[in-house]
């Protein structure tokens, strides 16, 4: 048994399948470096991240995929679930001991029938956080909010909010995986926060840190969005199939509603975000 292990990028993990190729051993499994082997008998081999070699090997892949398979390969490395390496790998090496372009429509085997599923996982993720990613606009004029998605999609949804909210700073954070992505209106930067602030890993940012304006946006969003439903034609199994629940604690239209008759506090609290840390 061959245990490969790597720093746990994507960028480690092509030069994992570089160094398989140049070694001429194929790994049984692949882990995150100070994961223990699978057995006392297995063979474990660290490879440091290169990334020439990690070009080579996606440049190669890219001139024997399509570009829609060519991007599996990086959801499914997005995708984080148990065996993701292994799948990769085996795809991987279908595909440079296939002698013909178009093996990622070769439905028959099981590592292309997987891929698909994943990307089409990947794919269904990406679109509903896109959908259901919701704003709070903070005293310094940032733009906040927090994700917890199955994956790890946030790379793919920037390119959508940089080209949608070019005018705008705004930070989209995953809580789950505690990092986000910064945009200063010029670039986007990943970042973590030093210490996850409560409010935003349940979904509500402290009102101390909120524009005075930001409760009346909310309220008057809940009120739109009670007002385009009609009870009459209510499907709670509908609902819950395009707005899945476990999402609904990131939705100001699922938030505790804000009563008409409350006043709405203009508090000028300098309070800032917590640091980011690049």
Not at 61 to 79: C, D, F, I, P, T
Not at 198 to 206: A, H, T
């Amino acid at each position: 048994m061959h245990f490969y292990t790597y720093d746990g990028s994507f960028e480690g993990l092509l030069t994992v399948v570089f160094e398989a190729y140049e070694r001429k051993e194929w790994p049984t499994q692949i882990g995150k470096e100070g994961e223990a082997p699978p057995g006392i008998f297995a063979t474990h081999h660290f490879v440091p991240t290169q990334e020439e070699k990690a070009k080579r090997v996606w440049e190669g892949l890219g001139k024997k995929l399509s570009k829609a398979a060519w991007e599996n390969v990086y959801k499914a490395y997005l995708w984080e679930q148990p065996g993701f390496e292994m799948l990769i790998f085996q795809f991987v090496r279908l595909v440079f001991s296939s002698s013909k372009a178009g093996v990622e429509e070769n439905f028959a085997d099981p590592y292309v029938q997987k891929m698909t599923v994943v990307g089409k996982q990947m794919h269904r993720e990406k679109h509903r956080m896109e959908a259901f990613i919701r704003f709070q606009r903070t005293q310094d004029g940032l733009f906040v909010a927090p994700i917890s998605p199955d994956f790890n999609v946030l790379p793919l949804v920037v390119p959508h909010f940089e080209k949608r909210y070019a005018d705008q700073n705004w930070l989209i954070y995953d809580v789950h995986r505690q990092y986000g992505a910064y945009y200063d209106q010029e670039r986007v930067n990943i970042v973590s926060l030093e210490e996850t602030p409560l409010g935003l890993r349940k979904g509500q940012l402290s009102p101390d840190i909120l524009t005075a304006v930001e409760p009346m946006y909310q309220q008057l969003w809940q009120a739109y969005f009670d007002h385009v439903n009609i009870p009459e034609r209510k499907n709670k199994k509908l609902h819950l199939r395009h707005m899945p629940k476990r999402y609904w604690k990131y939705l100001t239209e699922k938030k505790p509603r804000i009563q008409a008759h409350q006043p709405i506090q203009n508090k000028q609290v300098p309070t800032q975000m917590p640091r980011l840390n690049p």
